[in-house]
């Protein structure tokens, strides 16, 4: 089937198998690294992506489903400032840092609809991202006093 | 033959079925797990990007819910009541409830769907569409058993409705592991409309405890007229009655034990507290 995406701002058709998760397509086809595999049930929330300005499991979705949406990962967003701040402020938090781009890409997407979202609402957004070393408790910690610049 | 089809309309999805043997797919969320190894064994037929299927609608006398809304679509709509986005705000975590649809979770008719026992509640029904027919069935006589529904190869489901009744006591209970993406061990959900200290109504349903959702008609009847003094003095039989219809079972994630515990220590603390929730 032919398929075409947005992909980080670029526009992108190939012929391929509809079938094919997401996930696969992005790191196989479209060298996309920063979408890892941790369960591939929707559980883990290291697929993570952006289609259309909602989260999504890239696991959970056939490439074929995407067809004519936008889709933004860590590689698109790297520059935006949203995304640095909030990188700022998680400055040595991570450890391990599996579930790292899922974490920032649900917090991106927060961010970006609500610029002062309180600590229920960042509980909330990273809830869909299993983190088992770093915890959850200081990211929030460091991002619920945001300022608002 | 393709593997996935995307009709542009209902009319052209249900054509489709109509002719051939598809499997209609609307979030995935199950689906893809479910077929993570295996190949599918049929086509899909993506429903979930239909607009004709993703609307909340409050015609004055129902709100009806088209099968392809996403729980995020109906946790940001007007016409949903507060308790219904209660019990929508703990299925999953937010990446999924962006995907998973309330027509996947009926269809699937999972014994632990955790929107079954609010819309076992609400008497709602369900409207399953074919190319040229088109019925509404009460919720309770579509799900037949765990993954078995009264829908047919050829068949769409297309909306959920439910009346608009006013209750003035919601309660709702999910037992799980933990906040997010955790798939309920049981479920309870209880209305009530009490007025001047008398039951005018009352529903009560459970989830999770039997092979479909647990509601009994003729147990919450016993419950109307009653007053403070009157519930207290049939509390106990009112349990037990409930204790006979439940038929709990072991599974990867709880015990029939637990489950009947819990579920009737719920009981007991909703007809307990029904007048100050």
Redesign the interface.
């Known amino acids: 089937m032919k398929v075409k995406i947005f992909l980080n701002g670029e526009k992108i058709e190939m012929e391929i198998n509809p079938l094919k998760r997401l996930i696969d397509v992005l790191r196989e086809d479209l060298n996309i690294k920063s979408v890892k595999e941790g369960c591939g049930e929707g559980e883990c929330g290291s697929c993570m992506v952006i289609i259309n300005e909602k989260v999504y499991n890239s696991c959970l979705i056939p490439v074929g489903s995407v067809n004519n949406k936008k889709i933004l990962t860590i590689e698109g967003i790297e520059n935006k400032k949203i995304l640095k701040e909030i990188k700022r402020r998680l400055k040595d938090e991570f450890q391990c840092g599996f579930c790292e781009n899922g974490m920032l890409i649900s917090l991106y997407a927060l961010f970006k609809k609500k610029r002062k979202p309180n600590k229920e609402e960042i509980k909330e957004a990273i809830s869909g991202n299993l983190c088992r070393c770093t915890g959850y408790q200081n990211i929030v910690n460091k991002l619920k006093i945001w300022k608002n610049s | 033959m393709?593997?996935?089809i995307?009709p542009k309309s209902l009319n052209e999805a249900l054509r489709i079925m109509s002719e051939m043997d598809v499997e209609p797919?609307a979030g995935?969320?199950d689906i893809?797990?479910k077929y993570?190894y295996d190949k599918?064994a049929k086509p899909?037929l993506?429903i979930?990007?239909l607009k004709e299927l993703r609307y909340v609608k409050d015609d004055g006398e129902y709100i009806r819910i088209g099968s392809s809304t996403t729980y995020?679509e109906l946790l940001e709509n007007r016409n949903i009541d507060k308790i219904f986005k209660e019990i929508i705000k703990k299925i999953?975590?937010?990446?999924?409830r962006?995907?998973g649809t309330i027509g996947g979770n009926i269809c699937n008719a999972s014994p632990a769907a955790d929107t079954l026992p609010f819309l076992y509640g609400m008497d709602c029904e369900v409207q399953i569409v074919s190319i040229n027919n088109s019925r509404f069935i009460p919720i309770k006589d579509f799900i037949i058993s765990p993954k078995r529904t009264l829908i047919l190869k050829n068949e769409l489901l297309k909306e959920i409705r439910y009346k608009k009744e006013k209750f003035n006591k919601y309660f709702y209970r999910k037992i799980g592991l933990r906040?997010?993406?955790s798939l309920s061990k049981l479920s309870f959900f209880g209305c009530a409309r009490i007025k001047k200290n008398i039951i005018e109504d009352i529903r009560i349903s459970m989830g999770a405890v039997s092979p479909v959702v647990a509601r009994e008609r003729e147990i919450e009847k016993m419950l109307l007229g009653l007053d403070k003094k009157g519930l207290n003095s049939i509390k106990e039989e009112i349990i037990k009655r409930y204790e006979d219809i439940i038929h709990p079972i072991d599974d990867q994630r709880s015990t029939a034990e637990y489950r009947r515990e819990i579920v009737l220590r719920i009981l007991n603390y909703f007809l307990e507290n029904i007048y100050i929730i």
């Open positions: 393709e593997e996935f995307i797919f995935g969320t893809m797990v993570r599918p899909f993506f979930g990007d995020s999953a975590s937010p990446s999924i962006n995907r906040n997010a993406n």
